[in-house]
């Protein structure tokens, strides 16, 4: 058997933590090798290693089985060694020739031949079947395409080995399924594919190994066909994991939050929800699925204050909250879990009990007379990491930024569901995390319904919407298009309603 | 970052910014010891050349740390709240006019009379500092742009009204303020040897004291600071953002306009009109940077910037050329400015004495 890449033994201390503890990796050539493993597993550590970003303390690396030392990315590109990064490093008013051949720019004379360039993107991408267009500009193309330009970039420097860093994260459900068939392509054609992910479901569609790493330690290596999804994800995470979240049938009130006929416009002036009615009852989880970009954002942002309304009314609990500030609505009883937790959600640069109280810091027992209570600060702090197991280094005085992006979830779902409002406004609660988080933040959800609240779900992620979600809207070009019972739907009719192809409004 | 970086970095700076002042002597062929005495003597009233000692040194140098304190924390309030304030030299200048108008105009007993002054002068800075934070919450219009302008129409303002309004004879100085209204001591000034020193170190330190409190204690210092780390994140937890602009700017600029009257009724008895701006302003930048916005960094590096300007006369009587203390300065900012560098210096450092120790034991 010929392994392309093995990294053998390979240790990595950081200060206070093992990264990666005796960790071996082996890679067969012209496969898909799956990296596997919670935040904070070592995936990105043993991956920087690979790539020449950090150096390990012991262990030793062999490509093509010869021994190398890979000091620097430079070094891991003329070994054929490739990565197409989570966050793309494009240049946006560039084309997509232009981007490529960034670096490694073909010359006549002087000036950059960029008809011959063109030619061999166009080549390249021809032969591996991602159909880019070499002249648009990257600011016009989608995402997804995007990605596909950065794979174009390592395909072009003759990369042999690509690294895919959670590639998925940003793309739609349509764009994944072509991805998966990109991959397949690539390897078809002789390359071979490290693919660094915590969705099990694309390793079971796409990758032939996987290798699964729990807190900086191997815990095996093992062959997809061979592996259910269930089994993969209880050596991810230690323990046996449910991926149906238990709940009874809903049990509904009156009902709490009430959207009549609103109409919001997008960032870029146009009606981004056009028409919309909707009602949420007590004890209820309503889902709305849709395809990213059709009217969400704008609908979020509308029901929680951070955008203003055209036309149409809010009503909380009956009370007209249409143009109400901010804290006014969570003062009603309004919780909201934001999209984008980085820019909304937390203040990174506070520390994790600061956070907890932004939005109750200036009232009892926070503070007294415009005066802040730390001690009342640090308690609700240790309290809510207890309850909430946020993991965390240095308790509430951890800077936020230094936590893992599950922890700031729970740290954020902890805050919102502490406040106990009636109606919770949760946007995407489980992006880019691991099982055991989404787990643990779907019974958390499925309890407060329980407990007589109203939640609103809102999520690209088809399989959270139909486990979690009682009543399911679709949203699709701003409107409601469907309202169908989560026991009575599946996958494919959801499926035709987000694409605008059927409407189903019982 | 830690809190032992915070500390790191800028002592490092300056550092630095001394190393490469002497450096730039021994280059020219002079001596850096003629420096470190003048700087030395500055600050301690001791020179060592000679053996003599006199406090009027160290006076002056208090004096000359005084305004740029303020300044400091004028630049380094705005700052928490992500606001550039470039704009403490004009608010300074609105409140040294006010700090004449209320000296000449008001007649109040002694104590009550400098406090009003200082009240005027404050009130002035803080609509001078309102203005650009209106601007910026209302209409967007980038903060250093519109601080920029207003310290010029500050500056011909002053001098404006010190000829028209303030009816100076000489046109370059305003009638003497009567002593009611002023920061002046006898005391203080004995004590040192007949140096301007007067009692302004009193409302500096309490505005420091203020600053500390208003940040770090306070619910109005903390939505200061959510506001100035992340906006959106304030805006979502419904924070008045625009309003919190606002009043940072008040507050800025009433810091900046007290600076105005230390300096105008205690280093001074009477407005003057200037040809050009002092640069109170830029030093406030300078100060804050090295202090990293923080209320007792602002106070030592207030400290350490008053002492380069307080040397200056001394190092030109050894012949040491004095700019060679503004090329410390700049330098130090340079420094400040290149944490980033200074920081990955420290962590490539730092494992190799690990290493080291490792081989030790």
Not at chain 1, 483 to 505: C, D, F, H, I, W
Not at chain 2, 109 to 116: K, N, Q, R, T
Not at chain 2, 311 to 317: G, I
Not at chain 2, 323 to 349: D, N, R
Request: glycine share 10%; aromatic share 6%; charged share 20%.
């Amino acid at each position: 058997m010929a392994y392309v890449i093995e990294m053998l033994d390979i240790t990595k201390t950081f200060p206070g933590i093992k990264a990666n503890d005796k960790v071996t990796l082996q890679v067969e050539q012209g496969s898909i090798h799956a990296l596997l493993g919670e935040n904070g597993a070592g995936k990105s550590t043993l991956m920087s290693i690979l790539f020449g970003l950090y150096s390990p303390d012991s262990g030793s690396i062999k490509v093509r089985g010869k021994d190398v030392r890979i000091t620097n990315p430079n070094i891991a590109n003329a070994l054929g060694i490739g990565m197409v990064h989570q966050h793309f490093k494009l240049v946006h008013n560039f084309t997509v020739t232009e981007n490529i051949i960034l670096g490694l720019e073909p010359k006549s004379g002087l000036v950059i031949d960029r008809k011959k360039a063109a030619a061999r993107v166009r080549e390249i991408s021809e032969l591996y079947g991602l159909k880019v267009d070499p002249e648009a500009k990257i600011e016009d193309i989608s995402v997804g395409m995007q990605q596909r330009v950065e794979i174009l970039k390592m395909l072009y420097r003759d990369a042999e080995i690509l690294i895919f860093d959670e590639p998925t994260a940003v793309l739609t459900p349509q764009e994944i399924h072509e991805l998966m068939g990109i991959m397949r392509r690539l390897v078809k054609e002789g390359k071979t594919i490290l693919l660094i992910t915590h969705k099990l479901k694309e390793i079971k569609e796409a990758a032939d190994y996987c290798t699964v790493l729990r807190r900086g330690r191997l815990i095996g290596t093992v062959p997809v066909a061979e592996t259910t999804e269930q089994q993969m994800a209880e050596m991810m995470v230690g323990r046996e994991v449910s991926f149906h979240v238990e709940k009874a049938p809903a049990n509904p009130g009156p009902t709490l939050l009430t959207i009549e006929h609103i109409n919001v416009r997008n960032a870029k002036g146009l009606l981004g929800v056009k028409d919309l009615s909707l009602e949420v009852r007590a004890g209820e989880i309503l889902g709305i699925c849709g395809i990213d970009g059709n009217g969400q954002t704008e609908l979020i942002r509308a029901i929680t204050g951070l955008a203003t309304v055209e036309s149409g009314k809010i009503l909380n609990k009956g009370k007209d909250i249409t143009s109400l500030p901010i804290k006014e609505r969570t003062g009603l009883g309004l919780g909201h879990i934001p999209e984008d937790r980085h820019k909304h959600g937390l203040i990174l640069d506070f520390r994790l009990d600061e956070n907890f109280v932004v939005h109750s810091f200036d009232h009892a027992p926070f503070s007294h007379a415009g005066i802040l209570d730390f001690k009342a600060i640090r308690s609700n702090a240790d309290r809510l990491i207890a309850e909430f197991d946020v993991r965390c280094g240095q308790g509430g005085a951890t800077p936020v930024r230094s936590m893992s992006g599950g922890n700031q979830q729970k740290a954020i779902v902890a805050r919102e569901i502490d406040q106990s409002p009636d109606v919770l406004i949760v946007a995407q609660p489980t992006r880019g995390l691991d099982v055991g988080a989404i787990e643990y933040i779907h019974r958390r959800l499925v309890a407060e319904r329980d407990k007589g609240k109203g939640i609103l779900l809102i999520s690209l992620e088809l399989d959270e919407i139909l486990d979690v979600s009682d009543r399911i809207a679709v949203i699709y070009g701003g409107e409601i298009v469907g309202m169908v019972n989560a026991a009575e739907t599946n996958e494919n009719e959801l499926g035709l309603m987000m694409a605008g192809s059927v409407r189903k409004v019982s | 970052m830690n809190t032992r970086s915070k500390l790191f970095v800028p002592l490092v700076a300056i550092l630095l910014g001394f190393v490469l002042g002497a450096a730039i002597l021994i280059a020219t062929h002079r001596s850096p010891i003629d420096m470190f005495y003048a700087m030395l003597q500055s600050v301690s009233g001791k020179n060592l050349r000679a053996d003599t000692f006199n406090p009027r040194y160290i006076g002056e140098f208090v004096v000359q740390s005084m305004p740029i304190m303020l300044t400091g924390l004028s630049v380094g309030f705005a700052f928490r709240t992500g606001l550039f304030n470039i704009g403490a030299e004009g608010q300074l200048m609105m409140g040294s006019i006010a700090a004449v108008g209320a000296g000449l105009w008001i007649q109040a007993p002694p104590v009550i009379h400098v406090i009003l002054v200082l009240l005027a002068a404050m009130l002035a800075g803080g609509i001078w500092g309102a203005i650009p934070g209106y601007f910026k919450a209302r209409f967007n219009v980038h903060e250093v742009v519109v601080t920029i302008m207003l310290n010029y129409v500050a500056l011909f303002l002053n001098n404006w009204a010190i000829v028209e309004v303030f009816k100076s004879v000489d046109r370059i100085k305003t009638p003497p303020i009567p002593p009611t209204a002023l920061l002046k001591s006898d005391l203080l000034a004995q004590l040192t040897n007949g140096s301007r020193l007067n009692w302004g170190f009193i409302p500096v330190l309490l505005s420091i004291l203020v600053y500390w409190f208003i940040i770090e204690k306070t619910t109005f210092g903390f939505s200061l600071r959510a506001v100035g780390f992340n906006k959106d994140g304030a805006q979502y937890a419904g924070m008045k953002v625009n309003r919190n602009i606002v009043s940072s700017m008040v507050i800025a600029g009433a810091f900046a306009g007290l600076a105005g009257a230390v300096i105008t009724v205690g280093t001074f008895s009477f407005g003057r009109a200037l040809p050009a701006a002092e640069g109170y302003g830029f030093d406030g930048i300078a100060v804050a940077l090295v202090g990293g916005n923080a209320a007792i960094g602002v106070f030592f590096s207030g400290l350490l910037f008053g002492m380069l300007k307080a040397a200056q006369p001394l190092m030109q009587s050894q012949g040491i050329p004095k700019e060679i203390a503004s090329i410390i300065q700049a330098s130090i900012v340079l420094f400040i400015a290149m944490k980033l560098g200074i920081e990955y210096l420290m962590k490539k450092l730092k494992p190799r004495k690990a290493v080291t120790e490792e081989v030790e034991s």
